[in-house]
Structures are given as C-alpha cells and as structure tokens.
C-alpha cells in the first residue's frame, strides 16, 4: 500500500549545511498493513520455518557447538556488509591467537560482533528487556575496538550523520537530527514492549528493523546493531530459543532490495512490500538454517564412525576430534593443553586425522602449525563469499 510519507523532514544545519532530516512517525504503522493473500501466506511460511528452526536445537547432538560456529559465521557476514574482509577461518585464527590473512582491524570487529551479541542474549536470558540501555550496553562492545572505538562506543551521536554521499548536502538518506532522537527512540522502545498494543512478535522484528535504522542513533554500527536486533527480539519473545536465526546473508546477497524496500517505506509507506521482503528473508534463512545443522550432524556421525574403525588409536582421536567439533581451527599446543594428552600422542593423533583428511594443515611452516577441519567449516562457509 503507498501511504502518504510516514515521517516528516525538519530543516537541519550540519558542517555548513543546511539539509533535510526525516523523522519517523510512530510505529505501529498508519493505516494498518493490508494483509493481501499473498503477504499473510507468506508471513505463515516464515512462521513454519521459525518453527522447524526452533526445534533443530532437539536434534543437535551438542548445541553448544553449533551455536558457537554458528554466531560466528552471523559475525563474518554482518560485518561483511560493512566492508570487513575477514573469513570465518580468519576470526578463527584470531581467537587462537594467530595471525589472521587480513587486516587485525577487520577480524577485530567481527570478533566484537560475536562478543556483543553473546552478551545481548546472556542479559536476555537473565531477565533484562530489550531497551535502549541494553542496545547502548551491546554497542559498547560491538565498537569496543578497531576502528569503531573512535565513534563513541555505547553513546547516542551527539551530531547530525547522513547515509551515503560524501558530505551531507548529497547524501542520500539524512536520519532525524540530534534533538529529535530521545522523543523516537523512547517511542521505538514502547513499541518494542507493546505499550498500547500487542504486534506479533516476527512482525514487530520486521518493523522495529526499519524503525531503527532509520532513527540511526549511533555514530556508528547501526547496521550490524540493527540486525542484532531482529535476533534479540525473536529470542526474547520466545519464537526461538537460541539464536539461530540471521538475516545478513539473505541481506547480502539481495542487498539493493534490501535498500530499496527500506527507502520505500521512508518516501511512500509501503511497509508491504518491505514486509513481504522480510518474511520471504526469514523463511528462505530458516530453512538454509536447518539444512546446514542436518549438513554438520551428517558430517559429524561420517566422521566419528571412521574414527571409530580406527583400533586401538580411537580413543584418542576421539578425544581430539570432540575438541576440533568444539573450535575447528586448532594448534597441536591448544589440543594439549585441553586433553592433558602427552605432546607426542596428540601429534600423532593429528597425523592420523589429516590422513583420514579431517584436518588440514594452514601454514606451511614446520613449527607453530596450525590446523582446520575443512569440511565442517565449507559446510558452514556456504554463502559467505565476498561480493
């Protein structure tokens, strides 16, 4: 449906420019969202999918474990869209303590992501709402370094910013000016805790997502921080219990739909067509969720079946292999220190497991090795290729 402009454009003096902000009326929307056969068959689609990803969590043998790869891969991705070139086989580098193929800055910030999201969902877990203190916790760390950590980490902006362009006056999108944000963030916040009225909960996800990052209310990190937010709010209103869905693929790779369907709701309301966008994201990245999980479980059971045929060297390959399943870019020292296993028996248990070709070898180098579990992480790198 074409709304008139569901916002308003208050003149606005930045860096010598005189420009024009928009500020976004209220949610929920006005008039209602027209629910055409089409958008509400679409809307029980992704609703059917939640579902079905909700309950893979059941089948993994450890969920632990893939919700560790799992945030990871939503970390690479993200930050992707913001210009990071790190791998997933980068970050898990990093977090050994190894020198990375990029940039430290690149893989700094999507490690950040990983530490930011992982505190959103503990203080989730332990009661704490969704609110603009949280989001502004989340961001502290999401920023806490690289090169982030000069834009005011878990502060609101204290200046005007603008989207695309080179300085305000061709931008192509100006968010609401500074004295404008408490009055919009303090309505997003009631929206999200359904003061007035309730909205179903995937709905709402779709809606706060736009909301938020046209209020754009930091520096910087609005949009990793706005898709950590569709996540948080599914989570917290319990249509998943862990947090297994993430849309930055699906936003990657249609990522000038994505824009254009967010502009679309700025200059005409069509909220629809975003809608319908959204919904269509959630189901098609549910769906790949629980293809790649039943992709990792299959692997797994290949694998530990051929260690299993292994003699008398089984049990150690086991031991070592629970850990790979665990973190799958490892260094023999690492796979000691969490067995207790003598230095010898481990480099030869890892022998055994690039023969077996679970583990291969990354450096080249005759000392300081470092080794991954290649198939495990393809499965998981499906889709992450840089544009």
């Excluded at 024009?20 to 008039?31: D, I, Q």
């Excluded at 303090?186 to 909205?199: P, R």
């Excluded at 309301?269 to 549910?286: I, N, V």
Aim: charged residues 20%; aromatic residues 8%; contains cysteine.
């Amino acid at each position: 449906m074409k709304r008139k402009i569901v916002g308003e454009y208050i003149s606005t003096s930045t860096l010598g420019e005189t420009v024009r902000a928009f500020v976004p009326a209220k949610l929920p929307p006005c008039p209602d969202i027209e629910w055409l056969p089409e958008l509400r068959q679409q809307f029980e689609k992704a609703h059917l999918a939640l579902g079905r990803l909700d309950s893979i969590s059941g089948l993994l043998p450890d969920t632990d474990i893939f919700l560790y790869m799992y945030v990871r891969k939503e970390a690479v991705l993200s930050s992707m869209i913001e210009g990071t070139q790190s791998s997933l086989s980068d970050l898990l580098l990093f977090e050994l303590e190894q020198q990375p193929g990029v940039p430290v800055d690149d893989v700094e910030e999507v490690s950040n992501y990983v530490a930011a999201l992982e505190y959103g969902i503990a203080r989730l877990q332990k009661g704490f709402p969704i609110s603009i203190r949280l989001l502004k916790e989340i961001h502290a760390i999401l920023l806490s370094g690289g090169r982030g950590s000069t834009k005011q980490p878990g502060e609101l902006r204290k200046s005007q910013n603008w989207i695309g362009g080179t300085r305000p006056g061709n931008a192509l999108f100006v968010p609401p000016p500074v004295t404008e944000l408490a009055g919009a963030l303090s309505a997003l916040e009631k929206f999200i805790h359904d003061y007035g009225q309730t909205t179903p909960t995937l709905l709402k996800s779709a809606l706060v997502h736009v909301q938020f990052e046209t209020i754009h209310p930091f520096l910087d990190g609005n949009g990793r921080l706005g898709r950590l937010l569709i996540t948080l709010i599914l989570v917290a209103e319990n249509i998943l219990q862990q947090p297994l869905l993430y849309l930055s693929l699906y936003f990657k790779t249609h990522r000038q739909e994505y824009y254009n369907r967010l502009n679309q709701v700025r200059i005409s309301g069509d909220w629809e067509s975003w809608l319908l966008y959204f919904s269509e994201a959630a189901e098609q990245t549910a769906n790949d969720a629980v293809d790649t999980a039943k992709q990792l479980i299959a692997q797994s059971e290949r694998d530990a079946g051929l260690i299993q045929k292994q003699g008398r060297h089984a049990g150690t390959l086991s031991q070592i292999y629970q850990l790979i399943l665990r973190r799958p870019v490892v260094t023999a020292a690492w796979v000691i220190k969490n067995t207790g296993l003598a230095p010898a028996t481990i480099h030869s248990g890892i022998k055994k497991l690039q023969k077996l070709d679970m583990l291969q070898e990354l450096t080249g180098k005759q000392r300081d090795r470092v080794y991954a579990y290649g198939n495990y992480i393809s499965i998981l790198n499906q889709g992450n290729e840089l544009p």
